[in-house]
């Protein structure tokens, strides 16, 4: 599970089910590409 602050980057899916240990790479590049610095806080 996402924390919350990284659901908007996650458009075509529910972010809320997303394995982040199966879509590590998804993640990671995801949060690269259009991150921000909520995004970069930890929650």
Not at 11 to 35: F, P
Request: hydrophobic share 40%.
């Amino acid at each position: 599970m996402l924390p919350e602050a990284l659901y908007k980057f996650f458009w075509e899916s529910d972010a809320r089910t997303l394995d982040k240990d199966a879509n590590w790479y998804q993640v990671i590049e995801r949060i690269l590409e259009y991150g921000d610095l909520e995004a970069n806080h930890k929650q």
